[in-house]
């Protein structure tokens, strides 16, 4: 008996560790795919939930590199590479943050460099949605975090994005399902740059963190 329970328990250790591996690998994969690409677009539902309230709203951000401009709702973010400028129009109000203090923006290639250490990852389920195969990987924190867990949703074609599916221990979710998306098109430079003298000339509270 003895026998068959260690056997049991050195299957679980090693298909667990089998698993998280390929998941591991699949990651690097979407990283690899998405920091390599000069540009891309996607359009995108985003869905926020908290003490039961729910924010759903529709986006898009244009990406180079490493730098990106996202809007949000009311909200639209421009980060330079090495600022980050959040636009907040309906409060007429500019917060500029340095890169390492930025958190509080979600992009693939932010998504994915966060998670790359510091997280369990294992398979989850695989499902197909509109003839595309997802495959959706686990992301446990290692270490004391708000967060319980995170789900990405990954197309098993072409290595993108599908969706991204955040769970906190007080019960908050976040939900982003990519609705469009395009790589390697037309963007002009002068997209990611900030003009602080135009949103002064608004009226627009400029904070430097």
Same mark, same amino acid.
């Given at each position: 008996m003895k026998k068959l329970i260690y056997t049991f328990i050195f299957l679980l250790i090693g298909i667990g560790t089998t698993n998280?591996?390929?998941a591991k690998q699949l990651l690097d994969q979407v990283y690899a795919k998405y920091t =390599?690409?000069? #540009?891309y677009y996607i359009k995108?539902?985003?869905n926020h939930t908290v =003490?039961?309230?729910s924010t759903k709203q529709s986006g898009e951000v244009f990406s180079m590199k490493q730098k990106f401009n996202l809007n949000v709702g009311d909200i639209n973010q421009i980060f330079t590479g090495t600022k980050l400028y #959040?636009?907040?129009k309906d409060d007429k109000e500019v917060t500029i943050s340095d890169a390492s203090n930025s958190e509080d923006f979600l992009t693939p290639t932010k998504v994915l460099n966060t998670y790359r250490s510091g997280f369990n990852y294992a398979f989850s389920d695989k499902k197909t949605v509109g003839g595309k195969t997802i495959q959706y990987i686990k992301l446990t924190p290692t270490s004391t975090? #708000?967060?319980k867990y995170c789900v990405l949703g990954v197309n098993t074609a072409n290595n993108q994005i599908y969706d991204y599916n955040e769970y906190g221990k007080n019960g908050e979710t976040t939900s982003i399902v990519v609705?469009?998306?395009v790589q390697n098109l037309l963007i002009h430079k002068s997209y990611f740059n900030f003009d602080q003298k135009k949103y002064k000339s608004q009226g627009y509270i400029i904070t430097q963190l």
């Amino acid at each position: 008996m003895k026998k068959l329970i260690y056997t049991f328990i050195f299957l679980l250790i090693g298909i667990g560790t089998t698993n998280a591996q390929s998941a591991k690998q699949l990651l690097d994969q979407v990283y690899a795919k998405y920091t =390599n690409l000069d #540009t891309y677009y996607i359009k995108f539902d985003f869905n926020h939930t908290v =003490n039961g309230k729910s924010t759903k709203q529709s986006g898009e951000v244009f990406s180079m590199k490493q730098k990106f401009n996202l809007n949000v709702g009311d909200i639209n973010q421009i980060f330079t590479g090495t600022k980050l400028y #959040t636009v907040a129009k309906d409060d007429k109000e500019v917060t500029i943050s340095d890169a390492s203090n930025s958190e509080d923006f979600l992009t693939p290639t932010k998504v994915l460099n966060t998670y790359r250490s510091g997280f369990n990852y294992a398979f989850s389920d695989k499902k197909t949605v509109g003839g595309k195969t997802i495959q959706y990987i686990k992301l446990t924190p290692t270490s004391t975090s #708000t967060m319980k867990y995170c789900v990405l949703g990954v197309n098993t074609a072409n290595n993108q994005i599908y969706d991204y599916n955040e769970y906190g221990k007080n019960g908050e979710t976040t939900s982003i399902v990519v609705k469009d998306y395009v790589q390697n098109l037309l963007i002009h430079k002068s997209y990611f740059n900030f003009d602080q003298k135009k949103y002064k000339s608004q009226g627009y509270i400029i904070t430097q963190l």
